[in-house]
């Protein structure tokens, strides 16, 4: 049953994470509000809604209810607004993707985010760049002081400065590329004929090396660091599908659920 008010999606506009909640909301078609805290209280905020559960975004308030991590929010979301589906119907294929799910959550998510940072942190003009995107606009023409806070901030949180840890990310996100290109196979979906939880954590998960269209912008200029460690997978596969997964099947904010043929494409109609 649809919630009586409308939910609000506490967010990070460039988190992979957020992006995985946004795109469930949209693909389903959800009208909510999002709301941004300001870059650098996002984890007391998280704290204060969660009442300490959870120290990050995103966080959905839903049905009176305030819940953090987005398996526990797409779960939600699957309960509330079945339709269209984002768990495979056979317990098996569900099973699957729940794994995948937790897979790519556990194993991309964090070094694609240690590496992003350590690259943008490395590259004084692109750091100053994001660091003035995640402050009010009043706040803007202090793009260095931004900067050197954005540094120290996730510093201290991802350890993002460690050439090792980045070494040890790239080949983790490495890893993860080669595992999404096993799991597919021959086929378009990681589960089944459809579209799934599955594969909307891997794209998700995927979009800070990816950079599709349809997902959150970034950067107006990458680092170089992380221009050459993109450029020789564009070719592959598993990058490809990425973009892929983005052009069929992300939604706009606000968008209404589209009916799907079984391969994803919109249906035909007369």
Do not use: C
Not at 18 to 34: F, I, P, Q, T
Not at 47 to 75: C, M, N
Not at 99 to 108: A, K, S, T
Request: proline share 9%; charged share 30%.
């Amino acid at each position: 049953m649809p919630p009586a008010t409308k939910p609000i999606l506490w967010h990070i506009p460039i988190s992979h994470y957020s992006e995985k909640v946004r795109w469930a909301l949209d693909y389903k078609g959800v009208e909510y509000e999002r709301r941004a805290p300001q870059a650098g209280l996002h984890m007391a905020v998280a704290s204060v809604l969660t009442r300490g559960r959870h120290a990050t975004l995103p966080v959905i308030e839903i049905d009176g209810a305030r819940l953090g991590d987005s398996t526990w929010i797409i779960d939600a979301l699957e309960e509330r607004f079945p339709s269209p589906p984002l768990y495979p119907a056979a317990e098996a294929d569900r099973r699957r993707a729940l794994d995948l799910e937790d897979w790519f959550d556990e194993h991309l998510g964090p070094p694609i985010r240690l590496l992003a940072w350590h690259e943008v942190t490395h590259d004084p003009r692109a750091l100053e760049d994001l660091a003035r995107r995640q402050v009010p606009q009043a706040l803007s023409r202090f793009g260095q002081l931004a900067a050197a806070g954005t540094r120290a901030f996730v510093n201290l949180r991802y350890g993002v400065r460690s050439t090792e840890a980045a070494e040890h990310a790239r080949r983790r996100v490495g890893e993860a590329l080669d595992r999404l290109e096993t799991e597919l196979g021959e086929g378009d979906y990681l589960v089944g004929a459809r579209f799934s939880v599955a594969d909307l954590t891997a794209a998700a998960l995927f979009y800070p090396l990816v950079l599709p269209p349809e997902g959150p912008p970034l950067l107006s200029e990458l680092p170089a660091g992380f221009e050459r460690f993109r450029a020789p997978l564009q070719e592959r596969r598993g990058y490809r599908w990425v973009q892929e997964m983005f052009r069929r099947h992300r939604l706009p904010a606000g968008a209404p659920a589209r009916e799907r043929s079984p391969r994803g494409e919109p249906a035909a109609r007369a």
